[in-house]
């Protein structure tokens, strides 16, 4: 198996303030909190985003270990839907130290480049900074991070710079280049 070199860059906003939020994209989108734990549709949302960008640390998961991820106090699955079909998410994950991370966060190829992911990603973002208001067991916010890299979507840094991501950080690494997996087998042509 050959190597490839990924870069993966984080960044992070240090207060609410730093949110540069997108303009609301034409057309009927809504972004809505995913309230019921559910493996089944968070690894469709997970395969379907990530598929063609080879995400994978996942598709091994158990319905064991969705649930059990899924049911940790503060773990928010936010959906953006256009016209009622889902078109990409954000996943919310809290962590020590009052820090949230945004753990995941993409679009369906079908509906990328169409000024949904900036609308969800501010979405998603502001939400981080208010997670406390709904989970009484957690600290106040006071960082969001994210880790995005070269394997990502061409639109990705991009984004976050212009939602208020600040860099703190670059790693360069070798890592298998792994086939890209699809939201099933044969989803993307080779």
Known sequence: MTNIAVTTWSLEQTAPSDLLPAARPEGDVRIVRAEVPSPEFSRFLYASVGGDIRWTDRLSWTYAQWQQH??????ETWVAYDRGTPAGYVEL??????????EY??????????RIGGHLLSSGTARAWDLADRWPELSPT???????????????????Q?????????????????????????????
């Open 70 to 75: 899924l049911r940790r106090p503060g773990v």
């Open 93 to 102: 994950s809290p962590g020590e130290d009052s820090v949230v991370e945004i």
């Open 142 to 160: 006071k960082r969001v991070w994210l880790h995005t890299c070269s394997k990502d979507g061409e639109y990705a840094m991009d984004n976050y």
């Open 162 to 190: 212009r939602r208020g991501f600040r860099l703190f950080d670059t790693k360069l690494e070798e890592e298998p280049e792994v086939p890209t997996p699809g939201p099933w087998p044969g989803a993307f042509p080779a």
């Open 105 to 114: 966060f993409g679009l369906i190829p079908a509906f990328r480049g169409r």
